[in-house]
């Protein structure tokens, strides 16, 4: 993608505060968020999930797809596009899609993993299971990880419960990669592991992606 477009500048307005000009600029200048517009995807994220998909070959017609942390609704789309059926689920609600049975529900509460499952048809198992979500930060560095962390463990386990053999686990994680417990439970129930922070991601986020692929069930 190129990122030689000419710099749109974006001057400081009565009332807004540098934080907000500082975001304005960035969407502003940024190929991705003009690219998402172009191909009607919800957000930049998109690429994020395509790119992994295109590096890695992650998902391909016909497959069952959940997607954690789905709004508002970017790798559905990018699902969708492949023609996967799709599980989605949010804290927040997102606007319908037709290949997408969606629902609002904090994964952390203790209902959330057989909600999912009952949204599956009977029996049936999951291709790739997505995770793209992060909990709020609130700024204590200790703290914030561990909630990260809790998060994506609670995705592992569930993914494992519910993955096909061969199946994939995609969860988003920050600096430091997972933790060496989870790496090591991971490295027995997958043939490979990787971290990798697709290009679409921004330099400056501490943000990658682990991904866990041929899940030996
Ligand atoms: C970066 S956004 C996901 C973007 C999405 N992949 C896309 O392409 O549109 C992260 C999402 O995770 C959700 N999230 C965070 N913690 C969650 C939780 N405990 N349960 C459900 N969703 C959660 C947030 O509400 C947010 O919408």
Redesign the pocket.
């Known amino acids: 993608m190129s990122r030689n477009k000419p710099k749109t500048k974006v001057r400081t307005a009565k009332g807004r505060k540098n934080s907000s000009t500082r975001w304005l600029k960035r969407q502003l200048n940024d190929p991705y968020v003009a690219e998402a517009e172009k191909h009607g995807y919800?957000?930049r994220?998109?690429f994020k999930?395509k790119e992994m998909d295109e590096k890695l070959g992650l998902l391909k017609s016909g497959m069952t797809v959940i997607d954690?942390?789905?709004?508002?609704?970017?790798?559905c789309q990018v699902a969708a596009k492949k023609k996967c059926k799709i599980i989605a689920?949010?804290?927040?609600e997102i606007e319908p899609l037709p290949e997408v049975d969606f629902i609002q529900m904090?994964?952390?509460e203790d209902a959330a993993p057989d909600k999912l499952k009952e949204m599956l048809e009977e029996g049936n198992l999951v291709d790739v299971v997505l995770s793209?979500?992060?909990?709020n930060t609130i700024g204590h560095k200790q703290t914030d990880h561990l909630r990260i962390m809790a998060?994506v463990e609670a995705a592992y386990y569930f993914a494992i419960e519910v993955l096909k053999p061969e199946g994939a686990f995609v969860a988003k994680v920050f600096q430091g990669g997972a933790q060496d417990t989870l790496l090591k439970d991971m490295k027995n129930n997958f043939k490979t592991i990787k971290h990798i922070k697709p290009p679409a991601s921004r330099k400056e986020s501490a943000e990658q992606y682990l991904v866990a692929q041929g899940f030996k069930g």
């Open positions: 919800r957000g994220a998109a999930l954690l942390g789905a709004a508002p609704g970017g790798w689920l949010d804290l927040l904090d994964f952390m793209d979500m992060a909990p998060v």
